[in-house]
């Protein structure tokens, strides 16, 4: 899913999603991925 639309959906701020899913980035919850100028959000596989 792009950020931006994570941004549409939540009603969110771009500086706060960001902050919110480079935290999950980092807990390995989802990874985010560069493609362009853009973030593109998966969710992490869970063993």
Same mark, same amino acid.
């Given at each position: 899913?792009?950020?931006?639309?994570?941004?549409? @959906?939540? /009603?969110?701020?771009?500086?706060?999603?960001?902050?919110?899913?480079?935290?999950?980035? /980092? @807990?390995?919850?989802?990874?985010?991925?560069?493609?362009?100028? !853009?973030?593109?959000? /998966?969710?992490? !596989?869970?063993?």
């Amino acid at each position: 899913m792009r950020q931006s639309a994570i941004v549409e @959906e939540l /009603d969110w701020s771009k500086s706060k999603t960001s902050r919110v899913l480079s935290r999950m980035a /980092d @807990e390995g919850d989802v990874e985010k991925l560069r493609i362009g100028r !853009e973030n593109v959000i /998966d969710l992490a !596989e869970t063993e």
